[in-house]
């Protein structure tokens, strides 16, 4: 499990994907324990390769240049929930410690947290969101210079890649398409395109001035799921009577 506080690590999970936060996300707040890089290492579980984890070493609080600076008291519940995030991993109550991380993140973007969060996502299955949070952590330690997290992400990122379930939308030459994804517009950018998604079943929509609307559902579960949605063309709407 990742151990530990969530601004100065993500713990050996995230090097592993098992325990990636030991030290104090906010070290002003509680001195941070401090493992020696060997304890780290043997921290480490369920990757096949062992990395040197120095998380609990590097600064904390880092912020992107721009990101808005959180306040003291959206600070001190954003560690309340982090610590939580981490008993519940512990317990293996991963959906409840990812709503934790997910709401600690929201409060203050601490990378560590994010670090803990992908992780999370991962365990639960949800890749897409795992993969992305890697990347972004990755980007956001590389602009303050924490290179440790950045390999760490990057080689989590990388993991993921062939793992991911994708969702394919085609193209329809229909004047005025809409399509929807779970009620969301799917914009023409993505048709045809390879989307990482999280798994579970989605409901695809697709409608146009003057002709009927089209649905359909489809299940995306399996490592590596490859789902693709035909839109067909669409039927002329029946006239309205006058």
């Known amino acids: 499990m990742l151990s530990g506080s969530r601004r100065s690590t993500c713990g050996a999970t995230c090097a592993s994907g098992s325990a990636e936060a030991r030290a104090d996300r906010r070290p002003v707040r509680r001195p941070p324990v401090m493992p020696t890089p060997s304890k780290l290492a ?19 609080h880092a912020q992107d240049d721009g990101e808005e600076t959180a306040r003291d008291e959206d600070k001190a519940a954003a560690q309340i929930l982090f610590d939580e995030g981490r008993a519940l991993l512990g317990e293996e109550k991963y959906e409840q410690a990812c709503e934790k991380f997910a709401e ?9 947290t994010q670090l803990n969060l992908a992780d999370c996502y991962e365990k639960t299955g949800k890749l897409a ?23 760490i992400a990057e080689e989590r990122a990388e993991a993921l890649q062939g793992r991911q379930l994708t969702l394919i939308v085609s193209d329809a030459d229909v ?6 994804r779970n009620g969301e517009e799917v914009r023409r950018p993505q048709w045809g395109v390879a989307v990482p998604i999280d798994g579970g079943r989605y409901s695809i929509r697709a409608s146009a001035p003057g002709k009927e609307s089209w649905e359909t559902s489809v299940v995306v579960e399996g490592e590596g799921d490859r789902v693709t949605v035909d839109i067909p063309f669409l039927d002329d709407a029946p006239e309205e009577p006058d």
């Open 175 to 180: 004047d005025g398409l809409v399509v929807e």
């Open 104 to 112: 600690s993140m929201r409060l203050d973007k601490a990378i560590g």
């Open 129 to 151: 969101s795992s993969w992305i949070n890697f990347v972004e952590a990755a980007t956001r330690a590389r602009k303050e210079g924490q290179e440790t997290r950045v390999q």
């Open 42 to 60: 043997g921290a480490l579980l369920g990757l096949a390769v062992t990395t040197a984890v120095g998380l609990s070493a590097l600064p904390s």
